[in-house]
């Protein structure tokens, strides 16, 4: 796994206890922006992995592919 998808994977989880937190204390604000963070989380959690398997895939396309000019 990659740095992107571990620091995504910690934004969802602060956005929890943040979104938690705030509805205990009644806080609206922290609690809406505990669910934004959550969002932007799992986007940054997607995105890398996408990345990791564009990755993979083109590792083996040249794999199987040696004798293409790259």
């Not at 505990?34 to 794999?63: M, T």
Request: net charge negative.
């Amino acid at each position: 796994m990659s740095k992107e998808r571990y620091a995504g994977i910690w934004l969802e989880l602060s956005g929890r206890i943040a979104e938690a937190w705030g509805e205990w204390v009644g806080d609206s604000d922290m609690a809406d922006t505990g669910r934004r963070d959550q969002a932007v989380g799992r986007v940054a959690q997607d995105s890398a992995l996408e990345r990791e398997q564009a990755a993979r895939q083109l590792k083996d396309f040249r794999h199987h592919h040696r004798n293409w000019l790259f």
